[in-house]
């Protein structure tokens, strides 16, 4: 098993519509979790962290599920803006960061 | 300076050629990350280093060699770069220095080594 895992995509999803990615991880000793944001030849970017169960910003909802070692980002009411490579990470003390190759989000008009 | 800067933008090298990335963080953080991105695969860290003075390995290090002098800047160097070191090179800088803290990144620099 890989030590983060994600599924590559694309999702092709309307605008409008709600979209949801999973990331599984292997590691049981991971302390924090966040989602990125990385568009075409860009920097990822942060887009939200996950320091409990789950955590809310505007649209976009993230869960963790500590017993089954995944996170989870919702994407409600989808933007054409929202188009880009959501990638997910997972840390632990010991600087071994890993981060997952990323889902690929299009959407369309 | 706001946040991480990198330098060169991009840069097409020899191989066999000696290259310095560079990398300057403004925010004062502890923590300091190189890290490659392949077309098709995720960021793979390089070095990083958990404060000033110290450095560590990566998933992939062969090839690369770091130094933190001081707290702002972490340069990557390639003694003698491969074809196949050719990718883009991103840094970034965490505030904490255990690993934990969300990481800021830098726009990269794109090398390309023929």
């Known amino acids: 098993r890989k030590e983060v895992e994600q599924d590559p995509g694309p999702f092709n999803v309307p605008e409008g519509a709600t979209v949801a990615f999973n990331c599984t991880y292997s590691?049981?000793?991971?302390?924090?979790f966040f989602w990125y944001r990385q568009d075409c030849r860009k920097e990822p970017k942060l887009l939200m962290s996950?320091?409990?169960s789950g955590n809310e910003d505007g649209r976009f909802t993230a869960q963790l599920n500590r017993a089954s070692q995944y996170i989870s980002l919702l994407i409600r009411d989808s933007k054409l803006s929202d188009s880009a490579t959501y990638l997910c990470?997972?840390?632990?003390?010991?600087?071994?960061?890993?981060f997952g190759a990323g889902t690929r989000l299009f959407v369309k008009a | 300076i706001a946040g991480i800067t990198q330098a060169p933008t991009s840069q097409i090298l020899a191989a066999g050629r000696r290259m310095t990335l560079r990398c300057t963080q403004d925010m004062r953080h502890n923590a300091m990350y190189w890290y490659r991105q392949d077309l098709g695969l995720g960021l793979r860290l390089i070095h990083y280093?958990?404060?000033?003075?110290?450095?560590g390995k990566g998933e992939v290090p062969d090839g690369y060699s770091v130094s933190r002098a001081n707290t702002d800047d972490f340069p990557l160097t390639l003694a003698s770069a491969v074809p196949s070191q050719t990718s883009v090179y991103f840094c970034?800088?965490?505030?904490?220095?255990?690993?934990?803290?969300?990481?800021?990144f830098g726009p990269g620099t794109r090398l390309t080594v023929l």
């Open positions: 996950v320091y409990s």
């Open positions: 280093s958990n404060t000033a003075g110290t450095t």
């Open positions: 590691n049981s000793a991971s302390q924090s």
């Open positions: 970034a800088s965490s505030a904490g220095s255990s690993g934990v803290d969300e990481q800021f």
């Open positions: 990470v997972p840390l632990g003390r010991g600087f071994k960061t890993i």
